[in-house]
């Protein structure tokens, strides 16, 4: 069982950085994947990043790449996605999941735990 509690959420300008954090629970979180998803209003949540256990892979959103960064601590039971260069339509709530596998998932029926999201709303 992992609990996954986001943070790090906030209003910015467009141009500006976020920087979010999953805190996770549980002894066993480096034998977990990680992604990052986000879910606009009226839309389906979608894919933005993910990170294997080791950290040696990670996997990006096309619209994401290059301004985005996933990266873990393991020994803080932690992951992060770093934000630059937003942009408003990364405007949605942003989820942290796990997936009990080496190798990261893109969609969210990969993953067996959520945690309950933070707001990401970027201004224009």
């Known amino acids: 069982q992992v609990q996954l509690v986001e943070s790090g959420g906030g209003l910015v300008q467009a141009g500006g950085s976020l920087r979010l954090s999953c805190a996770a629970s549980g002894r066993t979180f480096s034998s977990y994947a990680m992604g990052w998803f986000r879910q606009a209003p009226g839309k389906e949540r979608e894919f933005v990043a993910a990170?294997?256990?080791?950290?040696?892979?990670?996997y990006y959103a096309d619209s994401v790449k290059g301004r985005f960064t996933i990266s873990r601590d393991n020994a803080k039971n932690a992951v992060y996605l770093q934000m630059n260069s937003l942009k408003p339509e990364d405007t949605a709530v942003y989820f942290c999941a796990a997936q009990r596998s080496y190798v990261p998932g893109t969609t969210p029926g990969n993953y067996d735990y959520w945690g309950q999201g933070t707001q990401v709303t970027v201004s224009s």
């Open positions: 990170i294997s256990w080791s950290g040696s892979i990670a």
